[in-house]
């Protein structure tokens, strides 16, 4: 850590118009108490519309040097944020606006992995115009998960265990996005992977008692069990580790990222990439962390001055 480093009046950008608002405030409030515990002015600039002018005028008039973005889902991870705070001149944390619309595209970023080589489950896509097609599960073995292609927290996502779920379970997620992705489900240990200033940090586990990690298993206590750090063999733990890092800079993120994996067994199978993970002292990013030993004020510390590196690196 630079221990002069100051960066000025921090706007920590939280709320939004996406279904993830909740989870985003809290994010923000506690890295606003992390921050400040250091001594560093940060304030909450909460965002409550997706109108670029209206936000334009908001961080102009915030009168912040910095962003700490701690929004979550449509219009804080899908790069319309970021595109703002680059036409304004605003360091900010976390990737730039292509690789956060990669990572909140699932249908994208699948395109990417499969060009690249990466294990990624078996799956069709699904349009709104064309709807739901069964013929196009005919290849694919259930039980299969159905998800929107831009949400994140597992909103939105189910377990199908024949067609008739399959066409309810798509149904139900074009109500939350034109595009739906329908995957063989993968047996195997879940496990995620912080990835922190181009290095993986320790896995974790995850331990759901519920069928699979969904928004409730995600964020009511008691739920979920985590593994802290996984527990599996170190020579897996190195593999899923690479792998993680290969996606994320597969995607061009920058900063830090989470990558949700499945370890099978034919090796590590990509899920999807978090681009701004949840940020409270209980989410996983900072456990991961908190095992190398850097606290929850510092690796809030940390992540701006990866902003600022960024910034000069233009």
Do not use: W
Not at 17 to 40: D, F, H, Q, T
Not at 241 to 266: F, T
Request: proline residues 5%; aromatic residues 6%; neutral net charge.
């Amino acid at each position: 850590m630079k221990n002069d480093f100051r960066p000025g009046k921090i706007g920590v950008l939280l709320g939004g118009p996406s279904s993830e608002k909740e989870i985003s405030l809290k994010s923000g409030r506690a890295v606003c108490a992390g921050l400040s515990s250091l001594g560093l002015e940060a304030v909450p600039v909460e965002i409550v519309t997706d109108d670029i002018a209206a936000n334009e005028r908001l961080l102009k008039e915030s009168g912040t040097n910095c962003a700490f973005i701690a929004l979550h889902g449509y219009f804080g991870e899908d790069g319309r944020i970021q595109e703002i705070l680059e036409r304004i001149g605003l360091p900010y944390t976390g990737s730039g606006p292509a690789a956060s619309r990669l990572c909140m595209d699932k249908v994208a970023s699948r395109e990417v992995f499969l060009k690249k080589g990466f294990n990624v489950p078996r799956g069709v896509v699904f349009n709104r115009r064309e709807g739901f097609r069964p013929a196009a599960l005919e290849e694919l073995a259930f039980p299969l998960v159905v998800k929107p292609a831009c949400n994140g927290s597992s909103i939105g996502v189910s377990f199908a265990d024949d067609l008739k779920q399959a066409e309810e379970a798509a149904r139900a997620a074009f109500l939350l996005d034109d595009k739906v992705i329908a995957e063989e489900f993968v047996g195997g240990k879940e496990l995620t992977v912080g990835i922190l200033a181009g290095r993986a940090l320790p896995v974790i586990g995850i331990v759901p008692q519920k069928r699979f990690f969904d928004y409730e298993a995600k964020y009511k206590k008691g739920i979920t069990e985590y593994e802290i750090p996984a527990v599996i063999a170190r020579e897996s733990a190195a593999v899923a580790q690479a792998a993680a890092l290969k996606a994320h800079n597969a995607l061009g993120c920058n900063g830090c990222s989470r990558v949700d994996i499945i370890l099978s067994e034919k090796g590590p199978v990509i899920l999807e990439i978090n681009s701004i993970p949840g940020m409270t002292e209980t989410s996983l990013l900072p456990k991961a962390a908190a095992i190398e030993g850097i606290d929850f004020p510092h690796l809030c510390l940390r992540l701006l001055e990866l902003a600022y590196e960024k910034e000069q690196r233009g």
